[in-house]
C-alpha cells in the first residue's frame, strides 16, 4: 500500500541491511485449532459468570428471563463470531474489526476504531479483569471483610506486569498459558455444575417455581441486561485479532468458534441454573461475589477453591485479552494509523512488544479509577457501534462482491440478525434511560479528527518523533515487520 511505500522510505533507518530484515521480520503462525479455541474460550470465561448473574437477574426481574438473557447472548455471540469467520476468510489479515474497517470503509473509520479501542476499549476492558482477578485472589487473606483498595490494585497492577512479560518473551509460552488456564477454569465450571445438578436432584427448585414472576419488560433494562450478560461472552471474536499467526486460518478460524462459543453457552447455563438452585433470586441478588456465596453455601469448608478458581479463570481471561489487545495496536501502527514504534518486533522474540508495553501502560493508568459495572456498560456501548459496522461491511461485500474468494460462507440472515442487534443495544440505553457519559463516550471517539487530520491525512510528523522513534528502537531492540498474510 501506499502508506506502507512512504513508512519504508521516510524511516529513518535505510540502510540496505534493515530493508532486508524488513522483508523478512514477521510474526510466527504458532496459533493451531486447539490453541485456536482455548484463546476464543479462554477469553470469553473470565470475571463475567462469576460477577455477572446478579446483575442481569437484576435488570431482568425473574430467573427464567435472565436465563432466557443468557441463552440469547450465547446465539448472539454464535452468529457474530460466524459472520467474523467469513470476515477472516477474506481478508486474512490480524486487526479484527480494524482491518475490516479500514478494508470495506477506508481510512478515517478505521483510525477513529483504533484511536478508541488502544486508547479506551481494549486497556478498559483489561483493567477491569485484572480487578476482578485481584478481588477474587486476596479475598481469602481478608476473610470477613472487604479487602483494602489499595491492595487491590497493586495486586492488579502486579499481575498487568506479569502478563507483559510473559507475552513480550514468547508467542507459544503466552498461548502454553491460555491452554492450561483454559482447561483449569473448564474444571471449575464443571465443580460448580455438578454441584448444582446434585442440588436440584436433592428438590431444591424453588428458584425455578413461578419463574417469569416480575418480569421486567422495558427496552432500556433488557438493553443493559444484555450488555451484562455479553460481557461475559466477550471474547468471541479475539481469533480474528490474531489471523497471521494461524495455522490454515481458513480451516482454523471457522473450527475454533463452532467448537468453543456452543460450548461456552452451555456452561453458562448449566452454571446459572446451579446459582439458582442454591440461591433464591433475593440471595442472588443480595451477594456481592455470586461464586463465592454458592462455595459457601455448597462447599463449605473447600469454599476457598472458588476463588482460586475465579483468579485462574480471570487471569487466564486477562492473558487473552492481553494477547488480542495488543494486535490492535500492532497493526494499526503498521498501517500508519499509530506511532511507527508500535507497529515493530522484537528482533529475537518475534513479539510484538513496543505494543504490548503501551497496551500495558494505558490499562495500568485505567486500573487506578473506575467501577467494574460502569467500565462494562460503556465498553459494551462502544464495542457493539464498531461490531455494527463490521458486521454491516460483511453485509456490503456479500452483496456487492459476491465473487471474492472466501472458504467460509455465512447464511445472509445471520449478519441480518448481528446487526440488528448491534443497532438495538446501542440505540436502547439511550433511548430509555440517556446517560451523560454516553454523550462524553461520542464525544471521546470523534476527538479523534483532531489526530487524524495532521497525523494521519496530511502526513505532519515531526523530526523529534523520528529521533525519538530510533532511540526506542534501539533501546527495545525491535525492526519493522511485513504483513504475514498469503
Request: aromatic share 12%; net charge positive; hydrophobic share 50%.
Amino acid at each position: 500500500s501506499t502508506m506502507r511505500k512512504r513508512k519504508t522510505t521516510d524511516s529513518p533507518h535505510s540502510s540496505p541491511d534493515v530493508s532486508d530484515r524488513k522483508e523478512k521480520l514477521r510474526l510466527k503462525q504458532e496459533v493451531g485449532l486447539i490453541s485456536g479455541v482455548s484463546l476464543i474460550a479462554g477469553t470469553m470465561i473470565g470475571s463475567g459468570i462469576f460477577m455477572s448473574p446478579e446483575w442481569v437477574l437484576h435488570h431482568m426481574g425473574s430467573p427464567a428471563s435472565s436465563l432466557l438473557i443468557w441463552a440469547a447472548c450465547g446465539l448472539l455471540a454464535m452468529f457474530g463470531a460466524l459472520s467474523y469467520a467469513e470476515l477472516g476468510t477474506i481478508i486474512k489479515e490480524s486487526g479484527g474489526e480494524y482491518i475490516y474497517i479500514l478494508r470495506i470503509f477506508g481510512s478515517f473509520p478505521a483510525f477513529l476504531f483504533a484511536y478508541t479501542s488502544v486508547i479506551l476499549v481494549r486497556p478498559a476492558g483489561l483493567a477491569a479483569v485484572c480487578l476482578s482477578f485481584a478481588e477474587y485472589a486476596i479475598a481469602p487473606f481478608y476473610p470477613g471483610c472487604s479487602s483494602p483498595q489499595v491492595v487491590v490494585k497493586c495486586t492488579a497492577a502486579a499481575c498487568i506486569l506479569l502478563l507483559t512479560i510473559i507475552n513480550c518473551l514468547n508467542v507459544r509460552l503466552a498461548m502454553s498459558i491460555m491452554n492450561i488456564f483454559t482447561a483449569a477454569k473448564l474444571l471449575a465450571l464443571l465443580v460448580i455444575v455438578v454441584g448444582g445438578l446434585v442440588l436440584l436432584a436433592k428438590g431444591q427448585t424453588q428458584s425455578f417455581q413461578n419463574a417469569f414472576q416480575n418480569t421486567t419488560a422495558g427496552i432500556g433494562a433488557v438493553g443493559v441486561a444484555f450488555y451484562q450478560g455479553l460481557w461475559s461472552y466477550d471474547g468471541w471474536n479475539n481469533l480474528n485479532y490474531v489471523t497471521e499467526e494461524l495455522k490454515k486460518p481458513e480451516v482454523t478460524l471457522p473450527r475454533a468458534v463452532m467448537i468453543a462459543i456452543p460450548l461456552v453457552t452451555c456452561l453458562y447455563l448449566l452454571v446459572n441454573v446451579s446459582y439458582l438452585a442454591a440461591m433464591s433470586p433475593p440471595e442472588l441478588l443480595a451477594s456481592g461475589a455470586v461464586a463465592i456465596t454458592w462455595g459457601d453455601k455448597v462447599l463449605g469448608s473447600w469454599a476457598w477453591l472458588i476463588s482460586l478458581s475465579v483468579a485462574l479463570s480471570t487471569f487466564g481471561s486477562s492473558n487473552g485479552t492481553f494477547f488480542s489487545g495488543g494486535r490492535v495496536c500492532y497493526i494499526a501502527a503498521r498501517e500508519g494509523h499509530m506511532p511507527d514504534i508500535l507497529s515493530m518486533a522484537h528482533v529475537r522474540c518475534l513479539t510484538p512488544s513496543p505494543a504490548l508495553l503501551f497496551t500495558s501502560a494505558v490499562s495500568l493508568i485505567m486500573i487506578i479509577s473506575g467501577s467494574f459495572t460502569s467500565i462494562v456498560n460503556f465498553f459494551s456501548f462502544i464495542a457493539w457501534f464498531f461490531y455494527g459496522m463490521t458486521i454491516s461491511g460483511l453485509l456490503y461485500l456479500k452483496i456487492k462482491k459476491p465473487e471474492l474468494p472466501r472458504s467460509y460462507k455465512v447464511p445472509i440472515i445471520i449478519p441480518i440478525i448481528v446487526l440488528m442487534a448491534a443497532v438495538y443495544l446501542v440505540l436502547a440505553p439511550i433511548i430509555d434511560q440517556p446517560k451523560i457519559e454516553i454523550l462524553y463516550i461520542v464525544l471521546f471517539v470523534f476527538s479523534g479528527i483532531i489526530l487524524y487530520f495532521p497525523l494521519v491525512r496530511f502526513k505532519y510528523h515531526p523530526r523529534f518523533l523520528q529521533s525519538i522513534t530510533l532511540h526506542l528502537q534501539l533501546f527495545l531492540e525491535v525492526a519493522p515487520t511485513t504483513a504475514g498474510t498469503n
